[in-house]
């Protein structure tokens, strides 16, 4: 293993003379005792919650204090958001003598709900019975209570295994159930229906779209005769009701005269409607969100509900609650540095409560699997301290296949830790099993599971291609049963294939894993692809090719086949026992999750994996221009690359405030064979010497468009950035006088034990270089 060197920059130590790293200002520790006298009306309210220990700023008191009519509260990252709405209702409930069945609370998810609850039980003066009343529901509860109060009996799809069994019915009945994937579809109709675009109102221009509209029209004609609604149904529903009958709608705006929204930056348009026709009388309606944590755009979310209140709502009032209780001063200061180069945002900029007595750390491994070497070393050095427990470590990353090497790793050094993400292996995915199957056929020429798994690939369906196989086994077994597909009335180029395929699969036994997977992509499996219909619905093509990428880099560190599957089938078996661990919350165990998964928690200690140019940004986001994907933006009139960077760079942002004590990035050199450039949200969060590193747009996205900032009449070019220094790996020489040195250009020479000096002739050691 090299062991990496760990800096104070994204660049190395020798960026400067003295580095600048970003910090946080203090914010002053002034709190209601200080400033809320006991002459006033409401202090009573204030010293009952300081006898709780509740102690709020200014900004937080503020707005707790609103009472009627619209207003913002832009809730930065640890800034005390939950305990700002919980004593909100209870200062309406306390100090307005507001009857707690007026009140309605939205949130977004159910432990959030559960925990306002029983944190309004815990208010001064508020009872069981009192907080029991108050309305505190998700979306889809509060939704659901609408419909069944109105007549509506029809039964939920909870399941969601149950609805993808409904859509594989569906498919198979049309004869595409090799064709899409039903998770797939069911995403993709949820992106439409939350932006109210019915199935009648789908566009059919060409045949794959009218494809997918019968796809979809059947689902719902079986869900009517069935009596069954999804989750999205009742928004949908709701909506409808309210639209149309005016009495429901008269009769819920007389019952919630006030209404709060929790993670506004959250809500899509069904939602956003359903309210606005709620409060649409007496307008008292306080939501509470960032909008430098929109990052669920994919599931309909409009970080322009935020940005754009005050449009909707002229009478608005805004507090900002912009002191950081969760983190450090200089993990709050590089989460601002992120973030500010944002254009479309609110401004603002968190203060901090705690010194930093470690700062963020910088690692640049070689590569994901001496990240994974790493960090698995440090995870172990962290708990042996005694100081930290495993439980109090999360490890997040962009996107689900970065955690391959990592898992990997845990699993081998059988170190406890919980997968938040899919609980299927790597090895499983839609787009990496089929490779898989053809490596197990080479080993096991009679895998008929295997064999089925491949039948895709050939053009063949699993159904009739398998039972044709069995049916010629049973009647004359073959060496390679695959040959019985000949059978089967198939075109004279379809034959060729199949034999074609039949003797590539004979080849790849004595290969090495990666020639073997490299030989499958390059003869025929990347095209297929790429022409795939579930390819185009589910991955950009870059996304795609980093997974098979990502494949290969696995498949490196095994001689045989044989090795690669027998690991490959360990991993299967401790997957299975971790999604038992899953089910258990409590426990003393490593969180590994994706950014987006990470949204609304907090630990002691964040690694943030792979923060390198393709990764994060993404590649998809990099040429979002290129998509035509109806949740990569709401129409909004932007450009889809200057959104999308923008979402990756909140994305980033949220990755870092996630830690509260310790933050350590960590960004390989080499990532799956090539060479990796820092991410730029690391990079334009440190300023360069000589270099404007004021917030402006940023110049590195597929197409050259401009956009406008919020507050600007006019547009802002975008301008190339600056360029930087980097710290690359490198072989020197420790010789006295000599002063050679070679960069290290390969994953495969970083792996050499030794290099001779072409000078002095002396061994060189590893090291890296400011370049």
């Known amino acids: 293993m090299n062991t990496p060197t760990i800096y104070p920059t994204p660049f190395g130590s020798k960026l400067t003379s003295n580095p600048t790293i970003p910090h946080a200002r203090m914010a002053e520790l002034t709190t209601s005792p200080d400033f809320v006298s006991n002459a006033e009306s409401d202090a009573f309210f204030f010293r009952d919650l300081e006898q709780q220990g509740i102690l709020l700023n200014k900004p937080q008191v503020e707005a707790v204090r609103h009472f009627k009519g619209?207003?913002?509260?832009?809730?930065?990252?640890?800034?005390?958001?939950?305990?700002?709405?919980?004593?909100?209702?209870?200062?309406?409930?306390?100090?307005?003598?507001?009857?707690?069945?007026?009140?309605?609370?939205?949130?977004?998810?159910?432990?959030?709900?559960?925990?306002?609850?029983?944190?309004?039980?815990?208010?001064?003066?508020?009872?069981?019975?009192?907080?029991?009343?108050?309305?505190?529901?998700?979306?889809?509860?509060?939704?659901?209570?609408?419909?069944?109060?109105?007549?509506?009996?029809?039964?939920?799809?909870?399941?969601?295994?149950?609805?993808?069994?409904?859509?594989?019915?569906?498919?198979?009945?049309?004869?595409?159930?090799?064709?899409?994937?039903?998770?797939?579809?069911?995403?993709?109709?949820?992106?439409?229906?939350?932006?109210?675009?019915?199935?009648?109102?789908?566009?059919?221009?060409?045949?794959?779209?009218?494809?997918?509209?019968?796809?979809?029209?059947?689902?719902?004609?079986?869900?009517?005769?069935?009596?069954?609604?999804?989750?999205?149904?009742?928004?949908?529903?709701?909506?409808?009701?309210?639209?149309?009958?005016?009495?429901?709608?008269?009769?819920?705006?007389?019952?919630?005269?006030?209404?709060?929204?929790?993670?506004?930056?959250?809500?899509?348009?069904?939602?956003?409607?359903?309210?606005?026709?709620?409060?649409?009388?007496?307008?008292?309606?306080?939501?509470?969100?960032?909008?430098?944590?929109?990052?669920?755009?994919?599931?309909?979310?409009?970080?322009?509900?935020?940005?754009?209140?005050?449009?909707?709502?002229?009478?608005?009032?805004?507090?900002?609650?912009?002191?950081?209780?969760?983190?450090?001063?200089?993990?709050?200061?590089?989460?601002?540095?992120?973030?500010?180069?944002?254009?479309?945002?609110?401004?603002?900029?968190?203060?901090?409560?705690?010194?930093?007595?470690?700062?963020?750390?910088?690692?640049?491994?070689?590569?994901?699997?001496?990240?994974?070497?790493?960090?698995?070393?440090?995870?172990?050095?962290?708990?042996?301290?005694?100081?930290?427990?495993?439980?109090?470590?999360?490890?997040?990353?962009?996107?689900?296949?970065?955690?391959?090497?990592?898992?990997?790793?845990?699993?081998?050094?059988?170190?406890?830790?919980?997968?938040?993400?899919?609980?299927?292996?790597?090895?499983?995915?839609?787009?990496?099993?089929?490779?898989?199957?053809?490596?197990?056929?080479?080993?096991?020429?009679?895998?008929?599971?295997?064999?089925?798994?491949?039948?895709?690939?050939?053009?063949?369906?699993?159904?009739?291609?398998?039972?044709?196989?069995?049916?010629?086994?049973?009647?004359?077994?073959?060496?390679?049963?695959?040959?019985?597909?000949?059978?089967?009335?198939?075109?004279?180029?379809?034959?060729?294939?199949?034999?074609?395929?039949?003797?590539?699969?004979k080849t790849l036994a004595v290969m090495k894993p990666v020639e073997a997977i490299q030989a499958l992509r390059k003869d025929f499996y990347d095209a297929f692809l790429e022409t795939n219909k579930r390819s185009k619905l589910t991955h950009h093509r870059e996304m795609l090719k980093e997974t098979l990428d990502e494949l290969e880099s696995s498949a490196k560190r095994f001689d045989t086949i044989e090795q690669f599957l027998y690991f490959i089938h360990e991993v299967a078996e401790k997957r299975t026992e971790m999604s038992l661990l899953k089910r258990e919350h409590a426990g003393n165990k490593i969180s590994l999750m994706t950014i987006h998964k990470s949204k609304g928690l907090e630990f002691p200690i964040v690694y943030l994996l792979c923060a390198i140019e393709g990764n994060m940004p993404h590649s998809s986001a990099l040429d979002a221009n290129h998509l035509d994907d109806v949740r990569m933006v709401a129409a909004t009139g932007r450009d889809k690359a200057p959104a999308a960077l923008e979402e990756e760079r909140r994305l980033a942002y949220v990755a870092v405030t996630r830690a509260k004590s310790e933050l350590l990035i960590s960004s390989p050199a080499y990532f799956r064979g090539k060479k990796a450039e820092l991410s730029r949200f690391l990079v334009s969060a440190f300023p360069q010497p000589g270099t404007d590193n004021r917030a402006k747009p940023d110049s590195r996205v597929s197409a050259a468009v401009s956009v406008r900032p919020a507050a600007a009449g006019k547009a802002a070019s975008f301008k190339p950035r600056p360029a930087t220094t980097e710290r690359v790996a490198a072989w020197i020489c420790p010789s006295d006088g000599c002063n050679a040195w070679a960069r290290i250009s390969s994953p495969q020479e970083a792996q050499r034990a030794s290099k001779e000096c072409p000078l002095c002739r002396r061994p060189m050691t590893k090291g890296s270089k400011l370049i």
């Open 70 to 505: 619209p207003h913002l509260t832009l809730a930065g990252a640890g800034s005390g958001k939950t305990t700002v709405l919980v004593c909100r209702v209870a200062y309406l409930l306390i100090v307005h003598r507001v009857h707690p069945g007026n009140l309605l609370l939205i949130t977004f998810s159910k432990k959030a709900a559960e925990e306002m609850r029983e944190r309004l039980t815990l208010m001064p003066s508020l009872d069981s019975g009192i907080s029991n009343t108050i309305q505190v529901r998700t979306f889809h509860a509060f939704c659901l209570r609408i419909i069944r109060m109105n007549g509506m009996d029809q039964e939920i799809l909870s399941d969601g295994r149950y609805q993808q069994i409904v859509i594989k019915r569906i498919l198979l009945g049309m004869g595409l159930q090799d064709t899409y994937q039903p998770e797939v579809l069911i995403s993709l109709l949820s992106s439409y229906k939350m932006q109210l675009i019915r199935v009648d109102d789908l566009p059919e221009k060409t045949e794959d779209e009218q494809e997918l509209k019968r796809i979809f029209a059947q689902y719902e004609q079986w869900k009517l005769e069935q009596h069954k609604i999804d989750f999205d149904d009742i928004l949908l529903i709701a909506y409808d009701l309210l639209q149309q009958d005016k009495d429901v709608l008269r009769s819920l705006q007389r019952k919630f005269a006030y209404i709060s929204v929790d993670e506004f930056q959250d809500t899509n348009t069904v939602q956003y409607e359903i309210i606005k026709m709620i409060v649409q009388q007496h307008e008292n309606l306080m939501v509470v969100g960032d909008d430098d944590q929109t990052i669920y755009s994919f599931n309909g979310a409009r970080n322009e509900f935020i940005l754009q209140f005050h449009e909707q709502y002229p009478q608005a009032k805004t507090v900002t609650l912009d002191i950081n209780y969760r983190s450090t001063s200089s993990i709050v200061g590089l989460g601002n540095a992120i973030i500010r180069h944002n254009v479309h945002r609110k401004n603002k900029t968190l203060l901090a409560t705690k010194k930093s007595e470690i700062k963020p750390q910088y690692i640049r491994p070689l590569s994901s699997d001496d990240e994974a070497d790493w960090l698995i070393t440090d995870l172990r050095n962290k708990v042996n301290t005694g100081e930290y427990s495993y439980g109090d470590l999360a490890v997040l990353y962009r996107t689900a296949s970065n955690s391959r090497a990592i898992i990997e790793q845990l699993i081998l050094h059988n170190l406890p830790f919980v997968d938040y993400g899919s609980n299927d292996s790597f090895y499983e995915q839609w787009m990496v099993k089929p490779i898989i199957d053809h490596l197990r056929i080479a080993q096991e020429r009679r895998n008929f599971e295997a064999i089925e798994g491949i039948l895709p690939s050939l053009y063949i369906g699993r159904e009739q291609g398998i039972r044709i196989i069995q049916d010629q086994e049973a009647i004359q077994a073959k060496k390679w049963p695959l040959i019985h597909l000949l059978g089967l009335p198939l075109k004279d180029f379809q034959k060729e294939k199949l034999k074609n395929r039949i003797r590539l699969i």
